[in-house]
Nanobody, 124 residues
Framework: QVQLVESGGGLVQAGGSLRLSCTAA????????MGWFRQAPGKEREFVAA????????DYADSVKGRFTIARDNAKNTVYLQMNRLKPEETADYYC?????????????????WGQGTQVTVSS
């Protein structure tokens, strides 16, 4: 089992920035590729960004490329999502997830463990 705990959500104005963190406990953190997904009210959960076990390979949804950055610190069992130039339509609950893969994945079904989510609200 892996327990994932997200933090860093909150209220920000459009154009602003937030950094989300997700800390893992339980199994060896480096056994997992990690991802971030988000779910807005009334919508399906969607892929945001993912990173390989070692951190050298990343993948992003087209909608966030150039604005969001995923990174991990394996010594701290933590993955981050730096979000810049946020838009009101990106208001959602953001979820951290872990999967038993080497490389990053944008597929929801690939992920084995999920956090409880952290809320991000972007005001216009």
């Amino acid at each position: 089992q892996v327990q994932l705990v997200e933090s860093g959500g909150g209220l920000v104005q459009a154009g602003g920035s937030l950094r989300l963190s997700c800390t893992a406990a339980g199994r060896t953190f480096t056994a997992f590729a990690m991802g971030w997904f988000r779910q807005a009210p009334g919508k399906e959960r969607e892929f945001v960004a993912a990173i390989s076990r070692a951190g050298g390979i990343t993948d992003y949804a087209d909608s966030v490329k150039g604005r969001f950055t995923i990174a991990r610190d394996n010594a701290k069992n933590t993955v981050y999502l730096q979000m810049n130039r946020l838009k009101p339509e990106e208001t959602a609950d953001y979820y951290c997830a872990a999967c038993y893969r080497y490389g990053p994945s944008g597929r929801y079904a690939d992920y084995d463990y999920w956090g409880q989510g952290t809320q991000v609200t972007v005001s216009s």
